[in-house]
């Protein structure tokens, strides 16, 4: 089992609407959930992080976390085709390291 | 405040050969970690560096290793290349490390073993 999943995608929604990514995790002692952004040749680009169980909202995108799932997910609302990238889940383990899943790739159709 | 920096953005080099790749964290940031992204395997974690001692490293040969020097600044040393070295190189840094720290990334050193 991998200790970060996600599904690979691609996920495609039509602009305005909300797009969901769902991400899995292994380790329960795992501390703290960071959503980053990839685009094509580029570094990824940090969006959120969130560590509580609940939601955190950042303007169009809220981050979800439910501990006792090992479950984090992100929604944009309003999807833009400017969001089309890969976006990868990050597990900071506590051991002053973080594993990511492989990516969702987003395609947002205009 | 500028960003992480690494350099060089490019490198090609040829199996056997050694090479070097430097990063400098956003200024403040004592915690440095490094990735390989390949598009077989994802981003995996190399290692994390913080007041010149490794506290972690990943599940890689010992042909990759690290260092840190007091100014925060760090490298990576990769011996022997082999193909499959070939990957884009991330560094990362943060302030301490601290699962509470936000993690920043560099543009990437993209190593191609011919």
């Known amino acids: 089992q991998k200790e970060v999943e996600q599904n690979s995608g691609p996920l495609s929604v039509p602009e305005g609407a909300i797009a969901s990514l769902n991400c899995t995790y292994s380790d329960r002692g795992s501390q703290s959930f960071f959503w980053y952004r990839q685009y094509s040749g580029k570094s990824p680009e940090l969006i959120m992080f969130?560590?509580?169980?609940g939601d955190k909202e950042d303007g169009r995108f809220t981050a979800q976390l439910n501990k006792a799932s090992q479950y984090v997910s992100l929604l944009i609302r309003d999807s833009q085709p400017s969001d089309s990238a890969t976006y990868l889940c990050a597990v900071h383990t506590g051991g002053f390291k973080t594993i990511f899943g492989a990516g969702t790739r987003l395609f947002v159709k205009a | 405040k500028a960003g992480v920096t690494q350099t060089p953005r490019y490198l090609i080099k040829t199996r056997g050969q050694q090479v070097t790749l430097s990063c400098s964290p956003i200024?403040?940031?004592?915690?440095v970690s490094w990735y390989q992204q390949t598009p077989g395997q994802g981003l995996q974690f190399l290692f994390e560096y913080f007041s010149e001692t490794q506290r972690n490293k990943g599940n890689f040969p010992g042909r990759f290793s690290g260092r840190q020097f007091s100014n925060s600044r760090s490298e990576m040393n990769v011996s022997t290349l082999e193909l499959g070295d070939s990957a884009l190189y991330l560094c990362?840094?943060?302030?301490?490390?601290?699962?509470?720290?936000?993690?920043?990334f560099g543009p990437g050193t993209r190593l191609t073993v011919l």
């Open positions: 200024s403040g940031h004592r915690s």
């Open positions: 990362a840094s943060s302030l301490f490390g601290y699962s509470n720290n936000e993690q920043f």
């Open positions: 969130i560590y509580s169980n």
